[in-house]
């Protein structure tokens, strides 16, 4: 067999495996789809695939989703659109920010002011709520002041042990996602709870439910756009600060366009994370600012679950990232192209 031959039929080969990679990654939205138009007895009664063919379509999920007999779909859209796009763009530009401070800057503390924080932070909720006799939330900010401000004092003088450095700071802010998600979202549903008890209410509220996606989101975005900020030539940057241009505009007027790929990027991951996060909206919300997983997740009956109302919430769910990706890929190739250009 010749080279050219032998080259031809590889690229077939390559065709024809990501062909059925496409089939397989494909027919779940497909099967979702087609569920949908399904009647109860059709789904219950055996698989069937084609529309008009198999089975006769019927529009009754669809009508009880969006007439609320499944829920208040448009309330749990709504707050998933609002909490979802403000929760990702704070996300993205306080973890922008906070990445391109761990690249350019260099950080220094010990160990031990961190140790401080710790201690001065639990032995001063303790001692607020079982000694002073204060409530649990007033006990919880007041130890949290103190042992920040103990911290931060302490980090100025030269302490015994171990001196951190900006990696070590990537790592702590990296080890906040291995830590279970169901510990995180029960702690903050009782901080919440406490913090409400004092006339803030936290629990089903925008605010709440959006500082915590925001925390959730932090250590993802510092981590990505760390290594797109590293990536970038720092010769613009110093040629900048010989001009005396000032830091804030070095960093909104040339670091961020130059990296508006990294950016979009790291806003759809943080979107997608949010848009799909299920535990906190569980805990955190109750009925007004109920999610569209919560939405999802709640489509049954006594009769167990309505893989027909399923499949329609899910659709719904899974059309706007769609829409969404398909629009920001758009413009994070066009900026690759127009940065290539440069």
């Known amino acids: 067999m010749s080279a050219r031959a032998l080259t031809g039929s590889r690229r077939w080969l390559a065709l024809a495996g990501c062909l059925v990679w496409f089939a397989f990654t494909l027919f779940p939205l497909y099967w979702a789809a087609v569920t949908s138009f399904k009647s109860p007895i059709g789904v219950v009664g055996g698989a069937t695939y084609i529309p008009f063919v198999d089975f006769e379509p019927t529009m009754t999920a669809w009508y009880e989703l969006f007439s609320g007999q499944r829920g208040g779909f448009y309330d749990t859209f709504t707050a998933s659109m609002i909490v979802g796009l403000s929760a990702s763009v704070a996300a993205t530009a306080i973890g922008s920010m906070a990445a391109y401070a761990l690249v350019r800057f260099t950080f220094r503390f010990r160990l031990l002011s961190a140790l401080i924080f710790v201690v001065v932070a639990f032995g001063g909720f303790l001692l607020g709520r079982n000694v002073m006799g204060l409530g649990q939330g007033i006990a919880l900010i007041y130890a949290f002041i103190a042992a920040l401000a103990l911290a931060v004092i302490s980090s100025r003088f030269r302490l015994p042990g171990p001196e951190l450095g900006n990696k070590d700071i990537v790592f702590w802010f990296v080890s906040q996602r291995m830590f279970p998600p169901i510990v995180a979202a029960f702690a903050l549903y009782l901080m919440y709870t406490e913090v409400g008890k004092l ?144």
């Open 199 to 342: 006339g803030f209410k936290l629990v089903d509220s925008y605010i709440g439910l959006t500082f915590a996606y925001i925390a959730f989101s932090l250590p993802i975005v510092i981590w990505l756009m760390r290594d797109f900020f590293e990536a970038l030539p720092v010769e613009v940057e110093e040629a900048a600060m010989v001009d005396n241009v000032p830091t804030w505009r070095i960093f909104f007027g040339i670091v961020l366009p130059m990296s508006k790929p990294g950016l979009i990027a790291t806003f759809m991951i943080t979107l997608a994370f949010v848009w799909n996060e299920f535990l906190f909206a569980l805990f955190l919300t109750n009925s007004k600012w109920q999610t569209l997983p919560i939405l999802v997740a709640g489509q049954n009956s006594q009769r167990g679950d309505e893989w027909w109302s399923i499949s329609a919430a899910a659709l719904v769910a899974i059309i706007p990232m769609m829409v969404m990706a398909g629009v920001l890929s758009r413009l994070m190739r066009s900026g690759l192209l127009l940065g290539a250009i440069k």
